[in-house]
């Protein structure tokens, strides 16, 4: 019997899901059906589904650390409709990346449940852009006009600038939001993109879910925001304990920034 037949809706959520994100953890699928209204005993339900996907090997679960959740990727076979390579494995160096941007991904879908998020997989996939060296592309794409960038580790300043001017120059691009950990990274984002009102700055410690903005064209100038952060730029731990907005960063008119967002005062 083709293993397709006889899939529950359920299980098509699944891997569907897998064929945007390549990979992810069983929180994440319980966080996937809550998103779906399947409330009773999402948990119990999410475990079911894979374990059903997996003897039909559309699926397969992979441990990475013991005591830590497991791992669900799409086999070959769970592959095939949806036309795409799998995941042949975790990427370790970039495995916290992608599991924050998976909870920031379920996030932004909660919050915009009729836009349309694409991840950075499939942006690649639909514009054929495959190996080493290809174009830079958002780590997600809302409606094709907001890009989502998570920043945890700090790019070169060449890097990060010429990232920041392709984002400028492509007006399909309306804003950019960018997370990150750490305070110097968001100084360094907001240094060279405040002569752009397309940008907006979220700090977040150690839930992205719970990241706060920072910086926008948006943002009140006597609106306030208090941040307790460390910092993960090599200096040691950081506490950005002081309350945003008392006095106001104004280089650019169109650019209302919350103000003493020099983080550089507090780095030591």
């Known amino acids: 019997m083709d293993s397709q037949n006889n ?20 929180r994440h699928i319980v966080k996937l059906f809550e998103l779906h209204g399947i409330e009773d005993n999402d948990q119990k339900v999410a475990r079911k589904c894979i374990a059903r996907l997996a003897k039909k090997e559309l699926v397969i679960k992979l441990s990475y650390l013991q005591g830590q959740d497991y791992f669900i990727l799409l086999t070959k076979t769970g592959a095939k409709p949806y036309a795409i390579k799998p995941a042949q494995k975790l990427i370790l160096n970039t495995l916290n990346h992608d599991l924050i941007l998976l909870d920031l991904f379920l996030c932004l879908k909660g919050k915009h449940p009729d836009s349309i998020i694409q991840t950075d997989r499939e942006i690649k996939r639909e514009q054929g852009l495959v190996g ?41 691009i309306q804003q950019v939001h960018y997370y990150a950990k750490s305070a110097a990274i968001v100084n360094r984002v907001f240094k060279l993109a405040r002569v752009s009102p397309k940008f907006r700055g979220f700090l977040f410690k150690d839930d992205v879910t719970q990241a706060q903005e920072i910086f926008s064209p948006y943002l009140s100038m006597s609106g306030s925001v208090s941040v307790e952060q460390n910092d993960n730029s090599g200096n040691g731990e950081v506490k950005c304990g002081e309350v945003f907005g008392a006095r106001a960063v104004t280089q650019t008119p169109s650019y209302n920034v919350v103000g003493m967002f020099n983080l550089d005062d507090y780095l030591s």
């Open 132 to 172: 080493v060296g290809v174009a830079k592309v958002p780590d997600l794409l809302i409606d094709d006009n907001i890009a989502i960038e998570l920043e945890l580790t700090a790019k070169t300043e060449t890097r990060l600038r010429e990232i920041i001017n392709t984002y400028i120059l492509t007006p399909d």
């Open 7 to 26: 899939l529950l809706q359920n299980d098509v959520l699944i891997l569907d899901f897998l064929s945007k994100v390549g990979y992810c953890q069983e």
